[in-house]
Structure formats: structure tokens, C-alpha cells
């Protein structure tokens, strides 16, 4: 939070680079805002700060805007898709609300409803493409963009550009794809540059011979192992050809032996696949789209019979983390990526891991293991094994209700809260929706705050005991904790802070709410005043 002394710097301060001022007394436009935070983050980040008047000296009006901040980030979020915090500040009590801005990653920008947005004084405008240049060559050129010497046209497979143009088509009908010359075709798609081949056609579409000569490591490897043991595989396919023409066979390959998990559910028996196609789609697509072609390994798809390996070359991209790979984009191989996107294959050129995420959770499956990824290498492991079947039910009849308006981030709050985890900061503003809509509850209010699936939940389950025991059990247990403590300071007694300290996760007034039932109760009692005092159970004496 924000303190006065820092509160009045940024007053001070002049209207530039990392700081803008906006009256907005009576309200601001969310697109507004959201085209404001694209700018400011293309320009390294900065706070936007709504309720002040931006000519100086600058006067504190106070604003009604975005009543609700954290629906302001979750939709900020959903659009956006960056964590974008906003925060209420009370100055001589008037409100003000600051939006930080964090800075775009070296190598990427920002873009909202296609544009790619700076700021030129008052107005917001879009960025130049020499601008946009600049932006992309911070991390280096595109391995991917570069031209192949000695590669020719003949070394695309026909297959292959039919296959880019059928898709392309697809997800473009009023473009015409269909008719455009082959040449035409592979330069609309930036694939050949003054008519040279690109990395980028070599690895989409380059014949085994082509690769063999020019690209060797840009080939996918497929196992399939019925155990652990080491040793040769029991089925092992080398794909080296075009990419386009790959990703369906590696989803056959796995289809091949993705057995399907039984349940039933009343009269009605239902079959889950082991493997999601979508998820194991997206973790190959993410593979071959990030991998680094300058290191001579392949692609791994080690199949087992209830998981999926998926390894490629190179680490994260500069500034990903396993942490932060849900929001943040920076693609090694964007010209890659690029035209994965122009065939409709992923839907953000660069993103793809929430979707294996949504597909885990909606079929209560453990998260994507990104444990072993190093710097040589991601490694992403999908399991198939259904942990909760009477989860995944609920989540079915939920669904019939609403679930294509679960976001990624609802799957995820939903998948802690039901693992009994904290739910992370990041995921939040999500919290107070999910609530709203009955699917989880609150226990709890500040620090100690705790959620659990709804009442709704358990009796789908025929389990309606377990979810007064997880309401009401915690209550009393923090209560018994507290008696467990004072009782064993025998005579000397517990002063209030070392009771703190038996229940860390709760703040100091939730737990002098405790103390105030016990003592009700006629359970414990009070002796001396203010600091020094001391609890005792009632039926200890003094001698």
C-alpha cells in the first residue's frame, strides 16, 4: 500500500513516462483504461492515477470510478491478460485509485483490440512499425524469421502448404486463401522473404530431405513406454518433416493407446479419456513454437500409460518463469508462432498453457508439472489419472449451468480451493465472482481468510456432514488450540501475543473474538490489565 509520503511524491511529480494523471471525478471508461495500461506498459510501465487533476499544482478531486477494484482486475485481466493491480487510496478523504502498470518484457508489446498503443501527449496513438521493430529485435533477432541459405521452394512439401492453406482459409474465409499462387501464399505468410526460405518454412513445412540437410533438429520424437523400465522403447516414431503435417499424427500416436476411465453416475456410465486432445495439442504446439533451434536436440513425446512427457530444447524464454507463464508472452520463434496463429493451431501467438491448465482442472486431473524444466530444457508433464470423480460430476453440472463463461483463472481458484491450497494473490480479483455465484464460500476474514466449495458441492456428493464438520470444526479447533496453550501455562498463564503465535494465520482481532467466546463461555478468565494481562483457564487458582 501506498504511504503519504510516497502518495505525495507522485503529486510532485511531472506527467511523463511512468506517470499519468486523470480527473475522472465521476467515472472513466474501462476501455479507456485498459488502452491507457497498454501504452504505459509499451513504454516500460507506470501508474495511472485516476481522481487528480493532471495540470499543476495538481489538486486531489477525488473519483467514483471502478467502485469495485478487484472486478476492475479481473476484467483487466481477462482482456489484457497481465496482472494489472489497483489500489484505493483515501487522501484528506477523498478516494483516489492507482492502476500500476508493470512494463512489457523486452522483446514484446502490448496490444488491445489490435493495437499496439503509445502515448503522444494528451492522445494515445498507435506504435510505427519501426517502432514495433525496435521492440522485437531487444532479444535478439527470430531464429525463426531468418533466411535459410541454400534452401529453395522445392524444399516445401506440397502437402504441407496445403495443409497451411486449408487452415489459413479456415480461420480466414473472406481472405481469399484459397486462390492465391503458392509463392504468393508463403510470402503473405512472411514464410518466404524476397522470395528466400525462412527457418520458419523449414520447420512448417520442410520436406525429410530438407531437414536432413539444413535443420536435423527440427524434428519431433514420439515413445511410447508401457513402464519405467529403461531400456529401448516399446513403439518410437523419428518425425522429421514439416511440423504441419506432424501434429495430427502425434495425437493419433497418442490416441492409440488412451484408454478411457469408467464412472458412473445414477443409471448413467460415462467414459474420460486418459489424455485431453486439446492439452496434450497445446503442450506439442508450445514445444515446437519455443523450443530453441539453434540447440541440436529434438522434440520428446514419451507417452506412458497414465502421463505424458513433453520435452523440448532451450529453457523458458527470457522473462518466463513456470510462475508467470499463464500471463505473461514472449515467444522465442514468433515468426513461428505467427503463422501457427493465422492457421487458428493456437489463439495468441505465444500463449496456449492456459488451455492446458482449463483442460486439467475441468477433468480433475493434477496441474502441468513444469518441475523438471531447466535452463537446457522445458519439461512438461501431463498426467491422465482422475484424482476426484465426484469433482469432475460437479464441475459436469456446473457446467450445464455456465462453464463457457469459466475463465482460466476460475478453473484454477476452483482447483486450490478444492485441494485445500491458498489461493494465489494473482488469482484474486476471481475470488469475489466464484462467491457471487454460490460455487465457493468464505471462512474466515483477513489474513486468516480460507474457502472451501460450496454447501451445493457436497450435497452433490451425498456429503452434507463432512461440509458442517469443514464449517463449523475449524472454528472449535482454533478454539481448542488457544485452551491447549493456556492450559499448559499452568499457573503463569498466556498473554495475548504468545496466543498469537499458536494461530499465525489469524489476525489479532479474530483472535481476541476467540478469547472473547471462550471467556463467555465461562472457560477461561482475565487477570491484570492492558499489556501485562493474562489468560487462565477457570479452573486454575492462584495460591
Known amino acids: 500500500m501506498i504511504t503519504q509520503k510516497e502518495f505525495q511524491a507522485l503529486l510532485d511529480s511531472p506527467e511523463g513516462r511512468r506517470v499519468e494523471f486523470k480527473t475522472a471525478s465521476a467515472s472513466f471508461h474501462f476501455e479507456e483504461l485498459a488502452d491507457y495500461c497498454v501504452a504505459l506498459a509499451n513504454e516500460g510501465g507506470g501508474v495511472l492515477i485516476l481522481g487528480v487533476t493532471d495540470k499543476r499544482p495538481r489538486q486531489v478531486v477525488g473519483t467514483r470510478a471502478f467502485e469495485e477494484p478487484g472486478r476492475t482486475e479481473a476484467g483487466l485481466f481477462e482482456r489484457l491478460h497481465q496482472r494489472i493491480p489497483i489500489e484505493e487510496y483515501r487522501h484528506d478523504g477523498k478516494r483516489v485509485i492507482l492502476v500500476r502498470v508493470p512494463s512489457r518484457l523486452p522483446g514484446t508489446a502490448w496490444q488491445h483490440r489490435g493495437s499496439f498503443l503509445m502515448r503522444a501527449g494528451d492522445a494515445l496513438v498507435p506504435m510505427s512499425d519501426d517502432q514495433l521493430r525496435r521492440i522485437h529485435e531487444e532479444t535478439g533477432p527470430d531464429f525463426s524469421a531468418e533466411i535459410c541459405d541454400g534452401a529453395h521452394l522445392e524444399d516445401l512439401a506440397s502437402e504441407a502448404i496445403d495443409i497451411l492453406r486449408a487452415l489459413w482459409q479456415r480461420k480466414a474465409p473472406d481472405q481469399d486463401i484459397a486462390n492465391r499462387p503458392v509463392e504468393r501464399l508463403l510470402m503473405d505468410a512472411e514464410l518466404l522473404v524476397g522470395g528466400r526460405v525462412t527457418y520458419a518454412a523449414l520447420v512448417l513445412l520442410g520436406t525429410r530431405e530438407a531437414l536432413g540437410r539444413h ?55 460415462w467414459d474420460v479419456p486418459t489424455f485431453n486432445e486439446r492439452a496434450v495439442r497445446e ?51 514468433r515468426r513461428i508462432a505467427e503463422v501457427l496463429a493465422k492457421c487458428g493451431l493456437v489463439e495468441r501467438a505465444g500463449q496456449g498453457f492456459d488451455l492446458m491448465y482449463q483442460e486439467c482442472i475441468r477433468y480433475s486431473k493434477p496441474l502441468p508439472d513444469f518441475s523438471r524444466t531447466s535452463e537446457h530444457s522445458v519439461w512438461v508433464t501431463l498426467h491422465g489419472e482422475i484424482q476426484d470423480p465426484e469433482f469432475l460430476r460437479f464441475l459436469e453440472e456446473v457446467g450445464r449451468e455456465r462453464a463457457a463463461s469459466f475463465t482460466t483463472e476460475d478453473f484454477l481458484v476452483i482447483d486450490f480451493v478444492h485441494r485445500e491450497q491458498p ?83 489469524l489476525s489479532r482481532h479474530q483472535v481476541q473474538t476467540l478469547i472473547r467466546e471462550l471467556k463467555r463461555d465461562g472457560r477461561i478468565e482475565k487477570r491484570g490489565a492492558t499489556k501485562g494481562a493474562r489468560w487462565f483457564l477457570v479452573s486454575v487458582k492462584r495460591n
Open 423 to 505: 489461493v494465489l494473490e494473482y488469482l484474486a480479483p476471481r475470488v469475489q465472482t466464484l462467491l457471487d455465484q454460490g460455487i465457493i464460500e468464505r471462512m474466515g476474514r483477513g489474513r486468516g481468510t480460507r474457502y472451501l466449495l460450496s454447501r451445493r458441492f457436497y450435497r452433490f456428493m451425498g456429503q452434507g456432514g463432512i461440509y458442517t464438520r469443514k464449517r463449523g470444526l475449524d472454528r472449535e479447533t482454533n478454539k481448542t488450540l488457544l485452551l491447549r496453550h493456556i492450559e499448559g501455562s499452568a499457573e503463569s498463564g498466556a498473554k495475548l501475543d504468545e496466543l498469537q503465535q499458536v494461530l499465525p494465520g
Open 215 to 269: 535443420l536435423a533438429q527440427a524434428e519431433l520424437v514420439f515413445e511410447y513406454r508401457p513402464n519405467e523400465v529403461p531400456g529401448p522403447a516399446a513403439d518410437r516414431h523419428e518425425l522429421r518433416r514439416g511440423f504441419l503435417t506432424v501434429l495430427d499424427q502425434v495425437w493419433q500416436l497418442v490416441n492409440l493407446r488412451n484408454d478411457k476411465q469408467h464412472f458412473q453416475q445414477g443409471l448413467f456410465v
Open 283 to 333: 503442450a506439442v504446439l508450445n514445444a515446437v513454437s519455443h523450443r530453441d533451434y539453434r540447440h541440436g536436440g529434438s522434440v520428446f513425446v514419451r507417452q506412458y500409460p497414465r502421463r505424458i512427457e513433453i520435452v523440448s530444447p532451450g529453457g523458458f524464454p527470457s522473462g518466463i518463469t513456470k510462475d508467470n507463464l499463464l500471463w505473461e508472452q514472449n515467444p522465442r520463434n
